[in-house]
């Protein structure tokens, strides 16, 4: 597997809470991705970076912000979780069109 | 913007037999199409792609082929085996150099 983790891989949190998920990789690729995966809906985007602090939005951003400080090192936050956020969250990274995922987190939002 | 859907959902498969998912994508200036593997409770693997410039790709079992006038590409597994099973994705690159995946197709093969 590529070098990519992904912290904490398992978290419960509480509705209101907020929720920091990181992703880092030892592969210094440029492109680094947020997806979130339920069931019947595949891998949806959430953000995206293509360098350090240069991020955007991808297909359901909304609640969700990023950050990217190091080329290494993506945050996705979570400012006020809800229960619509229950997923798991993976991390991909790129250096030119293929994608690499991390072992993904999966977050419960009670 | 662009739209992947896959067919079908669900397959099941005799061990040994063929298996055939089919995806089909909206905008005629993707380039790049990648099928992933996920196992239950693992991350999604890159197990072939293809780019516009080829209509067909090989690797052991696997193939994938391409028809770009349609807008569509399959994924081919031949001699299928238990371990096969899986829910796979296709995906399509749109024109800011994303993937857009599809809805994933569980595929059981059964001994």
């Known amino acids: 597997d590529a070098g990519i983790t992904q912290s904490p891989r398992h978290k419960v949190t509480e509705t209101g809470t907020p929720v920091t998920l990181r992703c880092h990789q030892t592969e210094n690729h440029r492109y680094m991705y947020w997806y979130r995966q339920d069931p019947g809906h595949g891998l949806r985007l959430i953000h995206y970076s293509y360098g350090v602090k240069d991020t955007d939005k991808g297909e359901v951003s909304d609640g969700y912000s990023v950050s990217r400080s190091k080329t290494e090192d993506f945050l996705l936050t979570l400012e006020s979780a809800t229960s619509s956020q229950t997923s798991v969250y993976f991390c991909?990274?790129?250096?030119?069109?293929?994608?690499?995922f991390g072992p993904g987190t999966r977050l419960t939002v009670l | 913007g662009e739209n992947v859907e896959q067919h079908p959902s669900t397959l099941s498969v005799q061990e040994g037999d063929s298996a055939v998912i089919k995806c089909t994508y909206s905008d005629s200036a993707s380039n790049y199409f990648p099928w992933y593997k996920q196992e239950l409770g693992k991350r999604p693997q890159l197990i072939i792609d293809i780019r516009s410039n080829v209509g067909e790709k090989k690797d052991q079992r696997i193939a994938v082929t391409l028809n770009k006038t349609a807008k569509h590409f399959s994924l081919h597994i031949t001699e299928t085996q238990p371990e096969d099973s899986a829910v796979y994705f296709c995906a399509a690159e749109d024109n800011t150099d994303k993937l857009i995946f599809g809805t994933g197709t569980r595929l059981q093969v059964f001994p």
């Open positions: 991909a990274i790129s250096g030119s069109d293929t994608q690499y």
